[in-house]
T-cell receptor, first 117, second 114 residues
């Protein structure tokens, strides 16, 4: 079965610091990759996604992620964080073909980001 | 905008009660999902449905059942609630495109079982 690892459980940064959150997955076949964000008291919402093509994906609010197939990774980055980026971030993977007909996502355990002003 | 609504934001139930969590989406999506979210564990899939009256077990279906009688509505049922089912329950929906569809989430129902 597919698994997703987020090694940073809680990250504390000052405003303007650079951010990189790690995400690794286990399946070696075709994957679709997602980062979701959950701001305090709000719905889980899509930050960015990778389906195919350019492995560097840009999302909302200045976030980007790079798919490195050889490393089974999809790390999230932002060059300069803001206090409003305080949230929980989830990496998710859809493994095409691994479970026939299954269209659900496998999520990582999440990373709680706290940005201090 | 896609809208996924869940019937309750907060619920308090007693052990042994039958609990119904309702989810409705307004975008004619084929796929609907139920997850539970627990600290340090992320989201875990309970059940999903890719068509009316169709359902498939996810990773943690034990103690739960689901119902999808209409395309827009997906219900999660706790047949006999237990304290270890205290959690945040998230419903999601997606269109069926075969390309790893984006899922849209509801606000969640925080369930406390006493």
């Amino acid at each position: 079965a597919q698994s997703v690892s987020q090694h940073n459980h809680h990250v504390i940064l000052s405003e303007a610091a650079s951010l990189e959150l790690g995400c690794n997955y286990s399946y070696g076949g075709t994957v679709n990759l997602f980062w979701y964000v959950q701001y305090p008291g709000q719905h889980l919402q899509l930050l960015l996604k990778y389906f195919s093509g350019d492995p560097l994906v840009k999302g909302i609010k200045g976030f980007e992620a790079e798919f490195i197939k050889s490393k089974f990774s999809f790390n999230l980055r932002k060059p300069s964080v803001q206090w409003s980026d305080t949230a929980e971030y989830f990496c998710a993977v859809n493994s095409l073909g691994l479970d026939t007909g299954r269209r659900a996502l496998t999520f990582g355990s999440g990373t709680r980001l706290q940005v201090q002003p | 905008d896609v809208k996924v609504t869940q019937s309750s934001r907060y619920l308090v139930k007693r052990t042994g009660e039958k609990v119904f969590l309702e989810c409705v989406q307004d975008m004619d999506h084929e796929n609907m999902f139920w997850y539970r979210q627990d600290p340090g564990l992320g989201l875990r899939l309970i059940y999903f449905s890719y068509d009316v009256k169709m359902k498939e077990k996810g990773d943690i279906p034990e103690g739960y059942s689901v119902s999808r009688e209409k395309k827009e509505r997906f219900s999660l049922i706790l047949e006999s609630a237990s304290t270890n089912q205290t959690s945040m329950y998230l419903c999601a929906s997606s269109i069926s495109s075969g390309l790893g569809e984006t899922q849209y989430f509801g606000p969640g129902t925080r369930l406390l079982v006493l």
